[in-house]
């Protein structure tokens, strides 16, 4: 039973990514399923795009990574915000409010 | 940023970490997604299959994983090279045939380049060379071609301009004898201006360099030692410093030695020793090169003072030219002379690259094999790419399995070019070994007995970016197609094994034939290029002279410095001419003041009464002074009238024997023995000579062979004006002229042990004078070769790759009844389409491309149709000689074989 699904947009995975982890510090699965469960099973990362851009995001120095113990005790890899990475969160953010406000304003006027 | 750095650092540095720490981590995410779904109560089995599915393949999620961290460039570039080392490594025979192929290519592109690059490119080794121009005069008769040479007086006019030049200085090349007395042992001297070595800022490596004070008229003089010489000659001893050296007969006390590295300002050629200008009144006597005002024997470089821009200098010196050259009026030119020498000016030219003679005569033949070396590695390049496609076509399976496990087009695209450029190094690097040897090669071969030509072949930083960079271009240029055509496979069709029908059709011979046609039309350039140049080369050895080159040794003595008082010249002369006339082995002998072909030329206006006759610069008649056993040494034919005899002395009347054109010119064809013709008395003010001509001689080259023949006259030997110092005596013998040298020594050392003498052979002489047509000739031969070899080898493979691709195919016409002769039509028309393809484009660029070579031809138009025609035969012959075994073979098919096969 395949769950409807929707392609992320351009741009947007980096955004939803740095306020996944805003809340906590979480390892690449938990970041998915979070996304997955928060939209209402309609966002799906795909594992493809989600590490490289885990891997993007800790080259920008937005978020950065360290071994760590899962809820059942195995090692797995975490991911934190870092302060440059609030910053940049706040930012799009912002980009994207003013955009989805436009996108929806356009939508509604007939 | 910093963060970038240190995750690449650690990806490219930790690899192995860092790989593991990502299989460990996307381990974790599919077992969590496995979990996950057992815990929806999915059976264990299904999950894991679910789980991957949703994963989308594994390899390829770690591929752009590996892709996002950064490195990858770094790191796939060495798992490249290590990939392609071992994929070249399998294929030994074609992996040497394609590196052998490129050195050549590459290695020939090098040398000739690294000749242009230090003959025309390369600064000066002083200090601040781009400020250094070379001063020239212009005469405004001749604008475009102003000349370098200046006098004396000229160069005491330029020196002192502190407002625009912060330095200047003047030099002039010669030759002097360092024996005292028997053969002549020629080094490489130069006269210097006292400012020569502080203006171009040299440093003496010992002693001291001349400086200003050693340049003063009446100057006792002073020689500073180049760098090689001094470490050549006195072992590099600084007790050189010191002694002596003698420079033809007269002896300089040694005051320094030059610094390393710095051989002159004249690019090929190097000095030995340096002495100041004024020293040429040691040499000459009572009336010097110094005072002597059209001796043109200096050239003047100056230094431009930092701000003066190149319109300011020449605004600056065209103000300066009319009292520049009124101050430096030669007394005793006729009224015409003098108005023209007064409008002469002053111009300059940058000089930071020096000057050479190499330019004029080499700048043009190195430009053009520029060019064909240029072409030759384009076919190779051809060659190598119609390799890699039938490789890369093997391979198919190959990239297909890569495609299917994850690797991305772009990233074979790149494993492939990185094998390309991979061969194109490495023949690059063979190729450096061969440029080395064949630039140390092509100077010999245009050094001539009296040109040396001396040139500092180490490779600068320009020649090693230019091998570099076409090293690279070349891997590229035949790799990209091969690379694109092969990725672009489609997996199921490549997985079902065998190339599949589909791609089959497409890969046939389609790119491979546009290659090998491609080739074919520029080995036919390449070959036009050479006849045209050999068959120049041949009419230039074949011409008729007028001569017989051959077993003639010349021998040139010098009186002079030998201290032969000037009363007894022509007696001891004639004394050394009988002498040798009775050595064993000579046939005759002769003398004279020029040889012929000996590059140097002695000219004066001649007057004819008669309306018709030429007159002012029309009328110029080249000379020579001859004894009476010349002509029948060099085997000329009196036509008419007599030659000379012991009648012509120096009181009888003056004599003269005049060529076939000078009869032509100036006599319109009749008949001119016992008519007179006038010449220029050799003193101003005097009246002119009259001279009656007594006979006739055959037309024969004068200066070079390339010239036409000029109205020659020739005087008796006995009757030269002012009596010369020096003669050339021309032996004629049974044996081979070398042998005689020592018998000559000793035969003229019975007369006077001072003479210095100095030998060579009439046919050296002549030979000599070719080197640029020898030099085009054998190259463009050699190449225009190597590019038929190329072309034989890249038709010869792309056929034989497209027989094998349709054996089946000729399997089955066979088996279905066809005759072997029906299969020979197939593979015929597709070598015939690419043949005629090739010569046609061939011709077309031949015929547009061969008009530069023009002025480099001798006695055939460039687009001569018989060499055109000559290259195509060839070109077609070779061509199918290459078709025949591939096409033996696709005849031979055996069907049963070829279908068993597939």
Redesign the interface.
Known sequence: MPEPRVDLPQGTLDLLILRTLALEPQHGWAISERIHQISSKVLFVQQGSLYPALHRLERRGWIKSRWGTSENNRRAKFYELTKLGQKQLELEENTWRKLAAAVAQILETN | ????VM??LRSLFCRKTVES??D???R??FE??VE?LVRSGIALSEARRRARL????ME??KE??R????VNFLETLLQDIRYGLRILGRTPAITSVAILSLALGIGANTAIFSLIDTVMLRMLPVQKPEELVLLLRQNPKRADEPTSSLTYALWEQLRDHPDIFSGAFAWSESRFDLSRGGAVQQANGVFVSGDFFGTLGVQPSVGRLLNTSDDQRGCPGAAVLSYGFWQEHFGAEESAIGSTISLDHKIFPIVGVSGPGFTGVDIGQKFDVAVPVCTAAIFDGKESRLDHRSWWWLRVMARVKPGISPDQLKARLGVLSPEVFANALPSDWDADGKKDFLKFTVVARPAATGTSGLRRRFGEPLNILMGVVGLVLLIACANIASLMLARASARNKESAVRKALGASRGRLIRQLLTECILLSSAGALLGVFFARWGTTLLVRYISTARGQVFLDLSFDSRVLVFTAAIAVLTGTLFGVLPAIRSTRVSLSSAMKGGLGEESERRVRFRPGKWIVASQVALSLVLLVTAGLFLRSFVKLVTLDIGFDRNNVLLVNANLKTAGVPQERYLATFEDIENRLRSLPGVVSVGRSVLTPISGFEWNNNVQVDSPNAPKGEDALVDFNFVSPGYYQTLRTPILAGRGFDARDTKTSPQVAVVNQIMVQKFFQGTNPTGKYFKVDAPKPGQPPVVIQIVGIVKDSKYESLRENTPPTAFFPITQIPDLDDSATFELRSTTPPAALTSAVQESIAAVNKEIPLEFRTLAKQVDDSLVQERLLATLSGFFGGLALLLAMIGLYGALSYAVTLRRTEFGIRMALGALPGSILRIVMKDVAVVLSAGLLAGATLSFLAVRLLQKLLFGLGARDPLTIATAIGILSAVALLAAYLPVRRAMRVDPMVALRYE
Do not use: I, T
């Open positions: 940023m910093f963060n970038d995750l690449r720490e990502m460990e981590e996307l974790f995410h969590k997604q996950k949703e994963f989308g393949g390829q999620v752009e994983y892709e996002a961290r950064g």
